[in-house]
């Protein structure tokens, strides 16, 4: 069966410390893939996502990800991270022909400290 | 533009009672989600609508949840009798459509958390 697996559940760092968080899919087929934040009390929002072209994606507040197809995977970044990137983030794939069916991962808790 | 509305945004009831959630997803998208969230995981896919007709409900547990969306518009979930183990986010989303691209990006709505007790 096909997952999402993103590789850290809770990551803790400073303000201004750089932010990578993995993600990997497993599906040999095409794929779109997603980033979602959640920050708290609010509801889930599109940061960034990828069809095709340039695998260097960028999306709102700064974040960007890379899409590797050789290493199934689609890891976000963030040069210097605020605090008020303190959220849950998600991954999600949609596998081509699935009828716009979102896969997530798990997601990983950030929490940026002053 | 409008998001995707949901109500109500919370909701406490005892097991073995009813409840429903309703959506109304961003005009013109005629694709309508709803997902379950449990505490820390990510959203699962319940059952999805494309206009008023059902697409997916595989994983919908059909012996207690029911789903509609008779004017291809609003849609209504609902759980009967609630088990303790639905306490949960119940999610809705919205897309234009499942024709790939951008067409297939998914809006959230805020969630209803429901609580069982």
């Known amino acids: 069966a096909q997952s999402v697996s993103q590789h850290n559940h809770h990551v803790i760092l400073s303000e201004a410390a750089s932010l990578e968080l993995g993600c990997n899919y497993s599906y040999g087929g095409t794929v779109n893939l997603f980033w979602y934040v959640q920050y708290p009390g609010q509801h889930l929002q599109l940061l960034l996502k990828?069809?095709?072209?340039?695998?260097l994606v960028k999306g709102i507040k700064g974040f960007e990800a890379e899409f590797i197809k050789s290493k199934f995977s689609f890891n976000l970044r963030k040069p210097s991270v605020q605090w008020s990137d303190t959220a849950e983030y998600f991954c999600a794939v949609i596998l081509t022909d699935s009828w716009g069916k979102l896969q997530f991962g798990a997601g990983t808790q950030v929490v940026v400290t002053p | 533009e409008a998001g995707v509305a949901q109500s109500p945004r919370y909701k406490i009831i005892e097991k073995r009672q009813s409840v429903a959630f309703w959506c109304n997803p961003i005009?013109?998208?005629?694709?309508l989600y709803w997902y379950q969230q449990i505490l820390g995981q990510g959203p699962k896919l319940l059952i999805q609508f494309q206009n008023n007709g059902v697409v997916d409900d595989s994983q919908l547990p059909k012996d207690r949840f029911s789903a509609e969306r008779l004017k291809g518009v609003d849609s209504t979930l609902k759980i009967q009798p609630a088990k303790l183990e639905d306490s949960a986010v119940y999610l809705c989303?919205?897309?234009?459509?499942?024709?790939?691209?951008?067409?297939?990006?998914?809006?959230f709505g805020p969630g209803t958390r429901l609580l069982v007790l």
């Open positions: 005009s013109g998208h005629a694709t």
């Open positions: 990828y069809f095709s072209g340039d695998p």
């Open positions: 989303a919205s897309s234009l459509g499942t024709s790939g691209g951008e067409q297939e990006t998914q809006y």
